[in-house]
């Protein structure tokens, strides 16, 4: 299949679907991030998967965790990490500025700086300061949560069709560095901790 087929963007779940029907600020939400994401042509790690797709799964992870009482938040609360959820790449990977952001959330400043405390540093992904600022947060944990999750979830087709091994050996890695230390609440520990298994799993048995 030629790297420049673009599929379209996966239907939104029926979860999605409900929220932003119910939420102004989450229907706002999202409308920022495909028309970010989309205005720059961004696709998911394959090149053929628009990026919009991965923050409406993590979205999607968040709402299904909460109905499955896997979390636990106030309406406010949640419809906030939601919309945070849809909105965490787009400073850091689209080239919507801050003040743009900022305006189009009409002051909703605590939506705002969640979405700032989930963007990564220019030059350094992987700096340590990144992660502490999020552990102090229990909502920005929560997304980060689902941020990981859904990523996971990719990182698993990519390994059953045997693509990108050794880059998604080092991802499991960080992941059990950075992310799941500050998962300290058992049933969010578990989401992530079944999926790397069950990545692992599949790893063992493919080539090196």
Not at 100 to 114: C, D, K, P, T
Not at 128 to 140: G, K, S, T
Request: glycine share 2%; with cysteine.
């Amino acid at each position: 299949m030629s790297s420049e087929y673009v599929k379209p963007p996966a239907p939104r779940s029926p979860e999605l679907e409900r929220a932003i029907q119910q939420s102004a600020v989450i229907d706002k939400a999202d409308t920022i991030a495909a028309l970010a994401h989309g205005a720059i042509g961004q696709r998911r790690a394959d090149r053929i998967t628009p990026y919009i797709d991965h923050p409406r799964l993590a979205a999607t992870l968040l709402l299904r965790w909460q109905n499955a009482r896997t979390i636990s938040l106030a309406d406010d609360v949640l419809e906030r990490c939601v919309a945070c959820a849809l909105l965490h790449d787009v400073l850091e990977d689209t080239k919507l500025p801050r003040s743009e952001l900022r305006s189009q959330l009409g002051g909703n400043e605590a939506l705002f700086h969640l979405v700032e405390r989930l963007t990564e540093p220019p030059g350094d992904p992987d700096a340590p300061a990144y992660y502490e600022a999020i552990a102090q947060d229990p909502e920005a944990i929560i997304v980060k949560c689902a941020d990981r999750c859904a990523n996971l979830d990719d990182v698993y087709k990519d390994v059953r069709r045997g693509t990108s091994l050794d880059r998604w050996r080092r991802y499991l890695s960080k992941t059990k560095r950075d992310v799941v230390p500050m998962a300290h609440d058992p049933k969010l520990r578990h989401e992530l901790l079944r999926r790397i298994e069950e990545i692992e799993d599949t790893l063992r048995t493919a080539p090196r």
